[in-house]
Nanobody, 125 residues
């Protein structure tokens, strides 16, 4: 499966952005989907994960209550809605797909089989 992340950009602190991750080559419903991010000079970190059906989600503590993850399997797309953005949310955001049944282990980047190219989110304070 090929993943294409989009929707990044420059936004002021307190603003919102919605990232999209479009899949091609295989139906998205076969995969658990995750979002990760990597800030300059830092390691890649987990942001959110969603189960294949969309019924289960998990979030990093740093984004809980501000970000939501959703998916539209009919459109082969996963979304990351980011609200109340902070300067520390500035990073390249990556979507990833895992061939697994549930979201257990979804915080671990090694669980994912496919990665998108990333989209840059810059939050100005």
């Amino acid at each position: 499966v090929q993943l294409q992340a989009s929707g990044g950009g420059l936004v002021q602190a307190g603003g919102s952005l919605r990232l999209s991750c479009a899949a091609s080559g295989r139906t998205l419903s076969s995969y658990v989907m995750g979002w990760f991010r990597q800030a300059p000079g830092k390691e890649r970190e987990f942001v959110a994960v969603i189960s294949r059906s969309g019924s289960s989600t998990d979030f990093a503590d740093s984004v809980k209550g501000r970000f939501t993850i959703s998916r539209d399997n009919a459109k082969n797309t996963v979304y990351l809605q980011m609200n109340s953005l902070k300067s520390e949310d500035t990073a390249v955001y990556y979507c990833a797909a895992a061939i697994t049944d549930g979201i257990t282990g979804g915080r671990w980047s090694g669980a994912y089989n496919y990665w998108g190219q990333g989209t840059l989110v810059t939050v100005s304070s």
